[in-house]
């Protein structure tokens, strides 16, 4: 519960986009909107009617050219319990396997009058290509190797729950750092709420222009994991890698997995997170993703307050959260 | 035969060191004269006041895209587009279905250029048969059917031996090989130059070593054979470097730039439009300065267009589904106009010879000049005009262009080919 709850009928509402397609386009303002809208959602998913009807008559279509089950389940169900109509797209059986391009599918699917879609993709920019060429909301949940800012958001949303706060903290994102998008959402939203960040993998998987983003690159888990209070493991993206990258998946998890001996350096309250699929034994073993320290389900959780968020910023009426 | 007088233009012809404000003369398809002639009394005249007057210009690097993929471009339409680009004088990448890998192929060429009766066209050959980096393809041949240069373009010849033997062989015939200088290991599945940019965006990079390895490789081997070596499109620092320095050392090399290359950077990519996906990719500010220097101290000789016309479904898609590549032809010489003559990295003259003289020496054809004898292809450019770049204009088929919208000065107002008004802007 956060401590300001007798303002909590009039939040900072800070918010007049479009689309959501990566962090990196929002300001810290526009990221706490997101955030501090959430915080009404969770508390209402804790009730026994969870179902609002601010989006009734709304249509969200879940457009899904990747595998996807978290994500695609999670906005399914947040929209849903914003009583919006939801459809489900997934690229195989489709007439995408006929030839049909992706912009002409969205095309044909948005001609049934749907408000708001929410794009997977294997091709960095993607839901970029379809927010130019679409009159409805569009929503990134996952661009190739680009942004997955609902990821990134739940994540973010889940250290400030479990931490307090953002600001002064150190956060290490661990692993395929090339090849992740969820490291790009993370590092954009962390870097602008004030956190620290370290982006911790093998040389091969780190790009050393990532500094940019100001943040710091380590390739030794053990040396920075006593400064930590938060460490993402993320998952190793096998799909998106050619080969060599690393010479095998047991030297990877020696030097990088999170294991309980690693644990044990740790500070004790350390807040870990993964945003899974997780490959069990490669980067975090199951004690330790099964232990105290863990949040994964969690974010889980915080996910569908999130994206409820997120669908109610893009396609409700402004200010009106019906609580 | 009718006399015509191009009257009063700012003559530039690098060929014979000119830039005066003179009268041009033609008749019977050829140059007559140059200068103020009160003895000649012609039947038309052309006022160029204010105009400049120069060589028919040459693209040296430009994909008409027939036989085989006609949904592009064809002879037709893409001569047609350098003739609104002010280039008389085209020669043609062998990437085409079949590729021209042989003497009647490079004859095609010639036969639908004369059927369109637009530019002038050379074929560019094969260096190997097919494509395919394996063996030659047979030169002697393709040099018979009118072939000015060799290479497989964007299939870069892996192979070194090959390369090298290509070099040899070529030197027989005094013809050049042109190298798309690309490590296809380094760049497999790139989108972009790797840097900043390809990070931020989740994009595959390409990085400039990829071209850096393959220039030094060719340079080598060019030393070793003594063949000629022509770089296309070079767009990283570090070959505009490696060029200067096998100049220097007496390489038998050349080399040349795309206009994109001198004006956009990879932060165009940010939007993910394709129309900004190239192949070498556009790099960064620092690129762009070492391109340009290279241009003035004369270590790059060459601009070309790489005109590679993409017709619209296959641009408008995913950004790494997309094909690279982007029409060229119609905007080269407002976007030089603007990147290189405006800001005074060089002066029209220069540019013009490196449009003009420049190509045809590579090449060894005969066009590129206003020496009183040749074929009368002349160029007259408007460097004052104002217009805004529309594709939607274009001659091309296609309207795959990166500086839609671009405010430019310069237009090309008259293209004459042996003689003959064959554009008129």
Sequence with gaps: MSPDSSQRNEPRVCWSRRHLLGLEDLSREEILTILETAERFVEVGERRRKKRSTLAGKVVVNLFFEPSTRTKTSFALAARRLGADTLDFSSSGSSTSKGETFIDTAKNIEAMGVDLMVVRHASAGAPHLLAQQLQCSIINAGDGAHEHPTQGLLDIFTIRQKKGRLEGLTVALVGDILHSRVARSNIHGLVKLGAHVIVCGPSTLVPPLITELKVEISHNLDAILPRCDVVNMLRIQFERQRSGLFPSVAEYARLFAMDGARLKKAKPDLLLLAPGPINRGVEITPEVADGPNSAILQQVANGLAVRMAVLQLLCGQPGEIET | ?425
């Design chain 2, 1 to 425: 035969m009718s006399l015509l007088c191009i009257r009063n233009g700012r003559v530039i012809d690098p060929s014979q060191e000119l830039d005066r404000v003179t009268d041009v003369w033609i008749q019977g398809g050829k140059i007559v004269a140059i200068g103020a002639r009160p003895d000649l009394l012609p039947r038309q005249v052309l006022d160029a006041t204010g105009k400049i007057v120069c060589p028919g210009l040459i693209d040296m690097h430009v994909h008409l895209r027939e036989p085989g993929r006609e949904e592009d471009e064809t002879i037709a339409s893409g001569t047609a587009a350098a003739l609104a680009g002010g280039f008389t004088t085209v020669a043609c990448m062998p990437n085409t279905e079949p590729a021209i890998d042989n003497q009647a192929a490079a004859e095609f060429v010639f036969l639908q250029a004369e059927r369109a009766g637009n530019a002038n066209v050379y074929p560019i050959g094969c260096v190997t048969k097919g494509r395919k980096g394996a063996e030659l393809a047979e030169i002697g041949g393709l040099v018979e059917g009118g072939a000015v240069a060799f290479t497989d373009d964007d299939s870069p010849v892996v192979s070194a031996e090959i390369m090298r033997r290509a070099l040899e062989y070529c030197r027989m015939f005094d013809k050049p090989v042109l190298s798309h200088a690309e490590d296809l290991e380094l760049t497999r599945g790139g989108i972009m130059h790797e840097g900043t940019w390809s990070m931020r965006l989740g994009l595959r990079g390409m990085p400039a070593a990829a071209e850096e390895v393959m220039i030094h490789r060719d340079i080598e081997l060019a030393r070793l054979t003594g063949g000629r070596l022509h770089i296309l499109h070079v767009s990283s620092a570090g070959g505009v470097e490696l060029i200067r320095r096998a100049k220097e050392r007496g390489v038998n090399v050349t080399a040349e730039v795309n206009p994109h290359h001198l004006v956009l950077t990879d932060a165009a990519l940010a939007g993910y439009d394709s129309n900004f996906k190239m192949n070498p990719p556009l790099r960064t500010a620092a690129d762009v300065l070492a391109l340009i220097a290279g241009l003035k101290d004369g270590t790059i000789d060459v601009i070309s267009s790489d005109h590679s016309p993409l017709a619209a479904e296959k641009k408008m898609r995913e950004l790494d589904q997309a094909p690279f590549g982007i029409v060229g032809l119609e905007t080269l010489v407002p976007v030089c106009a603007a990147a290189l003559v405006g800001p005074g990295h060089l002066s029209w003259r220069q540019l013009i010879e490196k449009l003009t003289v420049a190509p045809a020496r590579i090449l060894g054809i005969e066009q590129g000049t206003l020496q009183p004898g040749a074929e009368a292809d002349v160029t007259i450019i408007d460097p004052e005009a104002e217009w805004t770049i529309d594709p939607s204009a274009f001659r091309s088929k296609s309207r795959n262009s990166p500086f839609t919208g671009m405010k430019v000065r310069s237009r090309i107002q008259t293209v004459l080919v042996a003689g003959e008004i064959r554009f008129e802007g």
